[in-house]
C-alpha cells in the first residue's frame, strides 16, 4: 500500500479507538478484551460489515481495497486477547456482507446505537469508509450512493459528509498530479518522449549510465567534483528509469 495512505489509514484507525469507553461491544485500544460474544453485533464486525458493503459497490473489490480491509482485520482483531480466532470470525463476516446489500441501513442503524453518544467518532468511521471508496482513485456513483446512506443512518450531517468527500477528491487529485508531473520529469532526465518504445528508451537510459558512471569517470581521471555530481546524477538516472518502467508494467 502507498505509505501516505497506510499512514491515514493507521490514523483515522486510531482515532476511531483511542481513549473510548467500552461497554463490552466497543472497540478499546487501551485494554484488550477476550470477546466470546456474537461479533456480528459488535462495532468490529459492524465496521467490517461496512467497508464489505463499500468495497463491492462498484461491484468488484480492487487490490487497494483488499489491502486496506487486510490490514483492518489485522488491526482490530488485535484488541482481543483471542486474536486469531477474532480474525477469522471477522473475515468471515466481511466475505458474507459481500454477498448483497439489502441489509447495509440496518447494520449502519446498529453502529449507530453503539455510538450514540459519539458523534465525531461516526464521522471518523465515516471518513475511514471514504478512504476505502476512494483509495483506487475513483469515486463511483454508486459508492457515493452507499456511503451517502450509511452517512444518513449513522445520522452525519450534510455538510460534514460534503466536506469529507471534498477532502478526500482533492487528496487523490493532488496525489495524481503528482504521480503525473513525477512521470513527465523522468522522461526528461532520460531525453526520452512517452511515444518512445521500452527498447529506445532502455538504450537512452544506457548511454546515460555510460556517461555518468562514477568508476568509469574515474578510469578516466575526472576531478572528484565531476565524480560526485556524476553520482547523484546516475541515482537521477536510475530512478526516472525505474518509475517508466512501473508505468508501463
Same mark, same amino acid.
Request: charged residues 30%.
Given at each position: 500500500m502507498n ?6 489509514v493507521?490514523?483515522i484507525f486510531?482515532?476511531l ?5 467500552s461497554?463490552g461491544?466497543?472497540i478499546n485500544?487501551?485494554k484488550k478484551? $477476550?470477546?466470546? @460474544?456474537?461479533?456480528e453485533d459488535h =462495532? %468490529?464486525? /459492524? &465496521?467490517?460489515s461496512?467497508?464489505?458493503?463499500v468495497? $463491492?459497490?462498484? @461491484?468488484?473489490?480492487s487490490?487497494l =481495497? %483488499?489491502? /486496506? &480491509?487486510?490490514n483492518t482485520l ?8 483471542n486474536?486469531?480466532e477474532?480474525?477469522?470470525k /471477522?473475515k468471515?463476516?466481511?466475505k458474507r456482507e459481500?454477498?448483497?446489500f439489502?441489509?447495509t ?5 446498529k453502529y ?7 458523534y465525531?467518532k461516526r464521522v ?12 483506487d ?20 450531517k450534510?455538510?460534514d459528509f460534503?466536506a469529507?468527500?471534498a477532502?478526500f477528491r482533492n ?9 503525473v508531473?513525477?512521470?513527465?520529469n523522468?522522461?526528461?532526465?532520460l531525453?526520452a518522449?512517452?511515444?518512445d518504445?521500452m527498447a529506445?528508451?532502455?538504450?537512452k537510459y544506457?548511454?546515460?549510465v ?5 568508476d568509469l569517470?574515474?578510469?578516466k581521471?575526472a ?10 546524477k546516475l ?5 526516472a528509469?525505474g ?6 508494467a
Amino acid at each position: 500500500m502507498n505509505f501516505i495512505l497506510f499512514l491515514v489509514v493507521v490514523f483515522i484507525f486510531y482515532m476511531l479507538t483511542k481513549n473510548y469507553k467500552s461497554d463490552g461491544y466497543n472497540i478499546n485500544i487501551n485494554k484488550k478484551q $477476550k470477546f466470546s @460474544g456474537n461479533l456480528e453485533d459488535h =462495532e %468490529a464486525g /459492524l &465496521l467490517i460489515s461496512l467497508m464489505a458493503k463499500v468495497a $463491492k459497490a462498484d @461491484g468488484h473489490v480492487s487490490e487497494l =481495497e %483488499a489491502e /486496506l &480491509l487486510s490490514n483492518t482485520l489485522t488491526q482490530l482483531s488485535s484488541v482481543f486477547q483471542n486474536q486469531a480466532e477474532v480474525r477469522e470470525k /471477522l473475515k468471515a463476516i466481511y466475505k458474507r456482507e459481500l454477498e448483497g446489500f439489502e441489509n447495509t441501513i440496518e447494520i449502519a442503524k446498529k453502529y449507530y446505537k453503539l455510538t450514540r453518544g459519539d458523534y465525531q467518532k461516526r464521522v471518523m468511521t465515516l471518513e475511514y469508509l471514504l478512504n476505502l471508496a476512494y483509495i483506487d482513485n475513483e469515486f463511483t456513483n454508486e459508492e457515493r450512493m452507499i456511503c451517502e446512506d450509511i452517512a444518513d443512518a449513522l445520522e452525519i450531517k450534510k455538510s460534514d459528509f460534503s466536506a469529507l468527500v471534498a477532502k478526500f477528491r482533492n487528496f487523490y487529485a493532488n496525489q495524481y498530479n503528482n504521480q503525473v508531473n513525477t512521470l513527465e520529469n523522468a522522461y526528461k532526465v532520460l531525453g526520452a518522449s512517452k511515444s518512445d518504445d521500452m527498447a529506445i528508451i532502455k538504450t537512452k537510459y544506457k548511454k546515460l549510465v555510460r556517461q555518468n558512471h562514477p568508476d568509469l569517470l574515474m578510469g578516466k581521471g575526472a576531478e572528484q567534483s565531476i565524480i560526485d555530481k556524476a553520482t547523484v546524477k546516475l541515482q537521477e538516472i536510475n530512478e526516472a528509469y525505474g518509475i517508466i518502467k512501473k508505468s508501463r508494467a
